[in-house]
């Protein structure tokens, strides 16, 4: 039997977009003559409708949807997702095809509920072993736990979180009825070598189950924040059948394989993946986000305050490499088929070209940047960001914004009848350079319908080190999901791996915010504290859900006790008193194992204690 699984590129609610993907999918694996297609979890309507869900008619327009896919069904068995409201009750299912013919639909028993997920607001549980009769349309359809056969093998569904969850898992309920083939069609985050886990989950059911598997999971950025890497894997008895590449810029990637399943393979022992390079994982998911988030926006390109520093630095990178990876793998014309960014008479000269001039010329389409510099702006972030942006082709503008800061200054001093000074009026001074930066680069996103990317990392979300619409202006914050000590190697590994040498001024600075004069020299770290253990104190509060005296017991021994204390003690008051800043970020990836965004993965009071009593206690 020749087994296909698709990973699709399916946006929420884009009806045209996501049948013609379903539709390409059924057509390749009809070409590669195979018996049973897998689609991804909800791929009619996309996984992330979010409360749309809860709506009567977004199933009804999906069961619409699913009348028309049947038809392009012949001579194959097509298993596509999509949301079942029955009684004004939803459920996440899974439909098969064969021939035309809808044989039934199988519904989600495990809910995802923790860090992105919020299925349980959507959707309800099925109860296991059980199956009902539902009228749709003046038909009658099975829904429930379903076992199907085709060409004498017995198949039947663990949809995405089923397979999480350990003993309970609906497979151990399979493996009892004779079932041979679990087919798993998935919308599975992407969080950096998360890979592994998902891989070992396959592999791991296919030995114990005695069974072959079929996982199938959501591809590219789905709906702004989530990226899915539309992993495919096909396994039987803890034998790998296949497995695909990672984080395809294509819509559709239809995977075949040939498996007996009457006649499997021997039981083995899983095989061990060789351990995953997360900085390749980090560019490889990031840019394939960028594109699709510049591409579903109908936006033209991007714009960026580019300071010189790590940060901006990174965003700027990372279009550049958005442009060779999705050039590499879909072509040129494709990619500008995609992002509409050539005219055809450019297309014919860009056609001409290859390497690195040709992603040049396509980042001096895309990427606008603009050093926005002051009285406190060294030489050496002038320097940094100038030859970054010419070694990558990005248009680069040089202005200063001291003119702005003098006026805005000037007409406070007046009214309030004093000077404002650095001595008493430090942060109110710092402030108003980062928003004098904000309305030019405004302007020219609006010239030019472009995305303006917010620089924001996750470690100064986390204290707020960040003025509110000043650097934290922007369409999207592409980096604010990783935090700065990864960015900073990151940054040195792209410079030898991946051949960047515009980025070796960057990677001989000091992150600074350049706000005070220079002669205080300030450093983010001086003002704050150093970055690891800014990480290591957000991570074991947020991500372990320790206790401000076990983070404090947990790091005893890492530095100076009367540094770690102060630090501990600062870290609790400025997440509290940061939290409406979280609150207004730019949307942001997810692509850590955590995140600190309140609408994704970590919800947190706007107002509240502040740990006070906690943070007294440690002395
Ligand atoms: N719970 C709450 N809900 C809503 N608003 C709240 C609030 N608590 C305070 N606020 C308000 O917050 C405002 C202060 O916030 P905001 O004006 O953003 O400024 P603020 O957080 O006071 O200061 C910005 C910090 O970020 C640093 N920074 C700025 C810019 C760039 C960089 C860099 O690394 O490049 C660093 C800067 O050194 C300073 O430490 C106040 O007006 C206050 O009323
Ligand atoms: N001189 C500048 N010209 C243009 N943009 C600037 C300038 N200074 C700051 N910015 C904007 O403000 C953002 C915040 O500054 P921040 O110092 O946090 O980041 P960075 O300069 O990119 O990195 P680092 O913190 O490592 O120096 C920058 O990323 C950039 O978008
Ligand atoms: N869609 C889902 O059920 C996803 C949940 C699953 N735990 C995952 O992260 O992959």
């Known amino acids: 039997m020749i087994l296909a699984g698709a990973a699709i590129n399916q946006t929420p609610l884009d009806w045209e977009n996501n049948l013609s993907n379903i539709k390409t999918a059924i057509e390749q694996a009809r070409a590669a003559k195979a018996d049973i297609l897998c689609l991804p979890e909800m791929s009619i309507c996309g996984y992330g409708c979010e409360d749309m869900f809860l709506s009567d008619w977004l199933s009804v327009t999906c069961f619409k949807k699913l009348l028309e896919i049947k038809e392009w069904c012949h001579d194959i068995v097509v298993c596509v997702g999509l949301p079942v409201r029955l009684n004004s009750i939803t459920y996440n299912t899974a439909c098969v095809i064969r021939n035309g013919e809808i044989l039934g639909f199988t519904a989600k028993q495990f809910l995802a509920n923790d860090g992105v997920h919020y299925e349980p607001r959507w959707f309800s549980s099925w109860v296991p072993d059980t199956v009902q009769q539902f009228e749709m349309m003046g038909q009658t359809y099975a829904i429930g736990d379903i076992v199907y056969e085709y060409q004498g093998v017995r198949f039947a569904f663990e949809i995405c979180e089923d397979a999480w969850r350990n003993n309970d898992r609906p497979g151990y309920r399979h493996m009892a009825k004779g079932v041979q083939l679990i087919i798993n069609p998935s919308a599975s985050h992407f969080a950096m070598s998360k890979t592994d886990v998902r891989y070992k989950l396959v592999m791991e059911a296919s030995r114990e189950f005695g069974c072959t598997y079929l996982y199938v999971n959501q591809l590219g950025n789905e709906a702004g924040k989530m990226i899915y890497d539309g992993e495919i894997i096909i396994a039987q008895n803890g034998n790998l059948v296949h497995r695909n590449e990672l984080l395809s810029f294509k819509s559709v990637d239809c995977e075949c394989a040939e498996v007996n399943i009457l006649n499997p393979l021997p039981l083995v022992e899983v095989p061990v993946l060789p351990p995953v390079d997360e900085n390749r994982e980090f560019i490889a998911a990031v840019t394939l986000a960028m594109f699709d988030y510049l591409r579903k926006s109908r936006s033209r390109g991007f714009v960026l305050s580019l300071s010189g520093g790590a940060d901006s630095s990174l965003c700027a990178v990372i279009v550049a490499e958005m442009v060779t990876r999705a050039v590499e793998e879909i072509g040129l014309e494709e990619f500008v088929r995609k992002t509409n960014c050539l005219t055809p008479e450019e297309l014919a000269q860009f056609s001409l070209l290859s390497g690195k001039e040709l992603r040049n010329a396509l980042v001096s389409k895309l990427l606008i940047t603009a050093y926005q510099g002051t009285i406190n702006s060294s030489d050496n972030t002038y320097q940094s960001a100038a030859e970054l942006a ?128 220079l002669e205080q020299t300030q450093t983010d770290e001086e003002d704050l504290m150093p970055y690891p253990l800014l990480n290591q104190i957000e991570r074991l509060a947020f991500y372990d859900r320790l206790s401000p005296q076990q983070v404090f017991e947990q790091l005893k021994g890492t530095c100076p006790d009367a540094q770690l204390l102060q630090s501990v003690k600062r870290f609790y008051a400025l997440w509290s008193r940061n939290q409406w800043k979280r609150e207004r970020y730019a949307p942001a990836f997810h692509l850590d194992d955590y995140n600190v965004d309140p609408r994704s993965w970590l919800r947190f009071p706007i107002l509240s204690g502040g740990f006070r009593e906690e943070v007294e206690k440690l002395g």
């Open 390 to 517: 010419k070694s990558i082709g990005a248009v680069f503008y040089n202005w200063t914004i001291d003119e702005e800061v003098a006026g805005y200054r000037g007409k406070i001093e007046h009214v309030i009848a004093r000077p404002l000074t650095w001595e008493s009026d430090d942060v109110t001074l710092q402030n108003i350079q980062a928003r004098v930066r904000a309305p030019g680069i405004w302007m020219l996103a609006n010239l030019t319908n472009s995305l303006l990317l917010a620089t924001s990392n996750r470690s100064e979300a986390s204290v707020g080190y960040a003025t509110m619409d000043g650097d934290t202006a922007g369409s999207i914050s592409p980096i604010a999901g990783v935090d700065k000590a990864f960015i900073r190697q990151w940054l040195v590994w792209a410079q030898m791996e991946l051949g960047y040498e515009g980025l070796q001024y960057v990677n001989n600075l000091q992150p600074s915010a350049e706000l005070r004069p």
